[in-house]
Nanobody, 119 residues
Framework: QVQLVESGGGLVQPGGSLRLSCVAS????????MTWFRQAPGKERELVAHIGTAEDATSYEHSVNGRFTISRDNAKNTVYLQMNSLKPDDTAVYYCNAMGTGLYAGNYWGQGTQVTVSS
């Protein structure tokens, strides 16, 4: 059974930082592209950051570029999202996604973790 479990969300003041984690089980983690998405109330889910199976292959949504950093630790089956200089517009539920192809085909989601940026 595949599970993705996010943690690290919470309430933070503008300008603060949070580090989200997503631990995967039931998949060969190193073979999966990992992506963080977010969904704010009344808005569509959007891609925030993406990391390929090669740990240096990353990309970011333009509004978080330079503030957020995605990384992965294949030995721990974990993907991280370091979020700095947080803004109220970053408030959303953040979801972890694992996507594999070929022999490891599959598309899996975590349950989400709430991030609220407010003074």
């Amino acid at each position: 059974q595949v599970q993705l479990v996010e943690s690290g969300g919470g309430l933070v003041q503008p300008g603060g930082s949070l580090r989200l984690s997503c631990v995967a089980s039931g998949i060969r983690f190193s073979e999966y592209v990992m992506t963080w998405f977010r969904q704010a109330p009344g808005k569509e889910r959007e891609l925030v950051a993406h990391i390929g199976t090669a740990e240096d292959a990353t990309s970011y949504e333009h509004s978080v570029n330079g503030r957020f950093t995605i990384s992965r630790d294949n030995a721990k089956n974990t993907v991280y999202l370091q979020m700095n200089s947080l803004k109220p517009d970053d408030t959303a539920v953040y979801y972890c996604n694992a996507m594999g192809t070929g022999l490891y085909a599959g598309n899996y989601w975590g349950q989400g973790t709430q991030v609220t940026v407010s003074s």
